[in-house]
């Protein structure tokens, strides 16, 4: 199942006198071979169906390189038993490991980012714990987790492939090993996390945190997806964001079609750049730097296409420089001038939450979510009483335990 044990999984001179920390390099029964094919995976899931208690996951994306967060490369750990790598291109369909560990809990560091990623090949975590979430709670400053392994287990992980191509097959040795890491100390993270937040009182709220993201619908990309497009804020004028709309929907099928980061395939800037010029020629197109460099320089009349689309846009389609949803509240800069009492409120409501953040020693934006925050100095409930307010933080999708810390104070400061 594994490669060879190296002589040590730690550096030679492995501790660190100043931070009595120990360095590993590899886990320390060795690095797995990665499971390709479904008779491997049944016999290894065999071995870990056997034993019982939490199991660490994690997943290697190629965000920066391939289109989409598809996962490259699937990490579990079960303490005692082993620690499996599986590749989840020839395997595209795990759904049998999630039978496997259906009464598990499954660990996980920043699930927020994985588990889109880990549903796209079939895991689903019946349970969760989740060390990142866990760890903001608790109120450390850093919740890397390489930092939270460092500072509560003693141990400096191995670092740099976090940003890796993991589509790149065979995967290096020292990239395996990497992944390997990042599930070795989990569970024993996760041990020592749960006993702080149980002394902190505070085991229910991450309870409640952690059944919340696995109750949270799956995302969905906004239809305005484009206005995220890095330095649009230099636009002004309407028709250059018909321009930058009209690229942008380009390159995300064009990076679709070729499996591609959209940055690979045209970056923000040059989008942008395209834009603000509004070349009505290919010719000109040529002349804003950028394009008439060598790579792009074989494409340029095909992405002069969508800008002329975009300059021959009628006026009364042009997208509008700011869009907000009916129901959603402005940018707060401009409360102040247009709409002073909404600015009060939401004076008086930050002001409570960053009271009883400190209190608490939590996160101001995990005691409550920003956008309810937002909502309710926006447009506060007709009713200004404790049952009131906790029934608008619930439609903003506050938990029950950030309610009973807030909605009497919050009552009080909009009274």
Not at 371 to 380: E, G, H, I, K, S
Request: proline residues 8%; charged residues 25%; negative net charge.
């Amino acid at each position: 199942m594994s490669q060879a044990v190296p002589d040590h999984a730690v550096a030679p001179d492995a501790t660190d006198a100043a931070h009595d920390t120990v360095r590993l390099l590899e886990p320390r029964d060795g690095i797995p071979t990665v499971i390709e094919r479904p008779a491997d995976l049944h016999a290894a899931l065999d071995r870990f169906a056997a034993a019982r208690g939490p199991v660490a996951f994690d997943a290697e994306r190629a965000s920066g390189y391939r289109y989409g967060q598809r996962a490259y490369l699937i990490q579990l750990r079960r303490p005692d038993v082993g620690t499996l790598l599986i590749d989840p291109v020839t395997l595209p369909d795990l759904g049998v490991v999630t039978e496997t560990f259906a009464e598990d809990e499954w660990v996980i560091h920043a699930a927020i980012q994985d588990l889109s990623c880990l549903a796209g090949v079939g895991l689903t975590p019946p349970r969760l714990f989740d060390t990142e979430l866990a760890g903001r709670l608790l109120g450390y400053p850093r919740v890397a987790l390489g930092t939270l392994v460092e500072a509560l287990l003693g141990y400096t992980l191995e670092k740099g492939h976090a940003s890796a191509d993991w589509s790149t097959r065979p995967l290096p040795r020292e990239w395996l090993a990497y992944a390997a890491l990042d599930v070795e100390l989990l569970v024993e993270l996760r041990d020592h996390l749960e006993d702080e937040l149980e002394e902190a009182g505070k085991l229910a709220w991450a309870r409640e945190e952690f059944a919340a993201l696995l109750a949270a619908p799956p995302r969905t990309e906004r239809p305005d997806a484009w206005r995220r497009t890095s330095g649009i804020h230099k636009v002004r004028d309407a028709r250059a964001l018909a321009i930058i709309r009209a690229m942008w929907l380009t390159r995300e099928e064009l990076a679709r079609t070729r499996d591609l980061a959209p940055g690979r395939v045209l970056s923000d800037d040059l989008i942008v750049a395209a834009a603000l010029a509004a070349p009505a020629t290919v010719d000109e197109l040529r002349r804003v730097p950028g394009f008439g460099n060598r790579k792009i320089a074989a494409s340029v009349q095909a992405w002069h296409r969508p800008i002329a689309e975009g300059l021959a846009l009628p006026d009364r389609d042009l997208p509008r420089r700011r869009q907000h949803a009916a129901d959603e509240p402005p940018p707060t800069k401009r409360w102040g001038s247009k709409q002073p009492e909404a600015a009060a409120r939401l004076t008086a409501v930050r002001g409570v939450v960053t009271t009883l953040a400190e209190q608490h020693n939590l996160p101001q934006e995990n005691l409550l979510p920003p956008a309810a925050v937002r909502q309710l100095a926006w447009q506060p409930p007709s009713r200004t009483d404790h049952d009131a307010v906790a029934a608008a933080l619930r439609a903003e999708g506050a938990r029950e335990w950030q309610i009973d810390l807030t909605a009497a104070d919050i009552a009080h400061a909009l009274t």
